[in-house]
């Protein structure tokens, strides 16, 4: 199947910057999208970034301008830059990838998630 193992999670400052990134392994024939979700404390688990194997990106309205999603398709991995970051957008990040592999055709699959957390 498909595993995604996400880095780059950590505690970071208001107004800072964070880049997480997430690997997908396994027996992958191709992925078609790639994307982050994140889930703040008692709160439900929302998109944030999209981008699809053309490169076509989709953004939160909450992110636009601040975050950047990009790919290295060779590697399989995507990647988010934060920037100026605030509070409320502690939040456990997750990986999300829509792949096809040997055995199944395209199928959701996520990571175990980064903590980022946003303080002074």
């Known amino acids: 199947q498909v595993q995604l193992v996400e880095s780059g999670g950590g505690l970071v400052q208001p107004g800072g910057s964070l880049r997480v990134s997430c690997v997908a392994s396994?027996?992958?024939?191709?992925?078609?999208?790639m994307a982050w979700y994140r889930q703040p404390p008692g709160k439900q688990r929302e998109l944030v970034a999209r981008?699809?194997?053309?490169?076509?990106?989709t953004y939160a309205d909450s992110v636009k301008g601040r975050f950047t999603i990009s790919t290295d398709n060779a590697k399989n991995t995507v990647y988010l830059q934060m920037n100026s970051l605030k509070p409320e957008e502690t939040a456990v990040y997750y990986c999300?990838?829509?792949?096809?592999?040997?055995?199944?055709?395209?199928?959701?699959?996520w990571g175990q998630g980064t903590q980022v957390t946003v303080s002074s």
């Open positions: 999300y990838a829509e792949a096809r592999t040997t055995t199944r055709s395209l199928t959701a699959y």
């Open positions: 396994g027996t992958i024939v191709s992925i078609a999208a």
């Open positions: 981008i699809t194997i053309g490169g076509s990106t």
